[in-house]
Structure formats: C-alpha cells, structure tokens
C-alpha cells in the first residue's frame, strides 16, 4: 500500500524538472527479535503498475527514511530525520507483530529441516 505523497518530490536542473516523486514505500525491514526493535525502511519515488523506483536526487537529498521502532508497547519510534514520537497505536503495531511473529516461526521451520534439524515450538509472542 503505497503512499501517494500530499506533496510531490520534485528536482529542476536549469529550469528543466528531472525529477517528481509522488510516492513513498517501505522498501525493506529488519527485526532484532531479542532486543525488541523494528527497523523500517522508506523511499520516495515513482511507481508504474507494481515497480517502486526510488528517485536517485530523493536519495541524495534524504528523502530515504529510517524508523526505529520498540517492538514493547506503547510502542516509542525515532527517525533518521530526527522526527521521534512516544508511541503508536495498537490498531497499527498488533498487525506487525501478528506478523513478525508468523515469520518467526516459518523461518524456525525451514531451518529445522535440515540447515539446524530439530524439533521447533511456536512462538506466540515477540
């Protein structure tokens, strides 16, 4: 679910645009389960149909973002930009963590099967 950006990215060289990113994504996540952080990556750029480009001025002037986020309710975050906030909702982190916990548990099962053979139990919670 893309975010079509209130207000376009948008680069002009000599008077002539080079670049207008309308949209922002999370191109990617890491998760440190023991230590209870969620790192979310974001990029501002184009989309056509289903493929994200990342504008390559947007990255050069920091329109990438990095939030870190606790994994611990209520949920605290800071941003490569220095924005930060104490909490978020539960409405959007119970999703993520239903999540995280499910891919906790898959990746448990592929690696049991022979990477680390073993018995594996479900988590049911971060």
């Known amino acids: 679910m893309p975010i079509t950006l209130t207000t376009p990215f948008t680069v002009s060289i ?48 920091g329109k990438s973002l990095q939030i870190n ?22 409405t959007i982190m119970s999703p993520i963590i239903s999540q995280l916990i499910a891919n906790r548990n898959s990746a448990e099962g592929f690696m049991s099967l022979g990477l680390m053979p073993g018995t594996t139990t479900a988590w049911t919670v971060i």
């Open 14 to 61: 000599n008077g002539t645009q080079v670049e207008n990113d309308n949209i922002g994504t999370c191109i990617g996540y890491s998760v440190d389960y023991i230590g209870y952080q969620m790192i979310f990556y974001f990029a501002t750029g184009t989309l056509t149909g289903t493929t994200f480009t990342a504008g390559s001025q947007a990255q050069i002037q």
């Open 69 to 90: 986020v606790s994994l611990i309710s209520p949920y605290p975050w800071s941003a490569s930009n220095g924005s930060s906030g104490s909490s978020i909702t539960s």
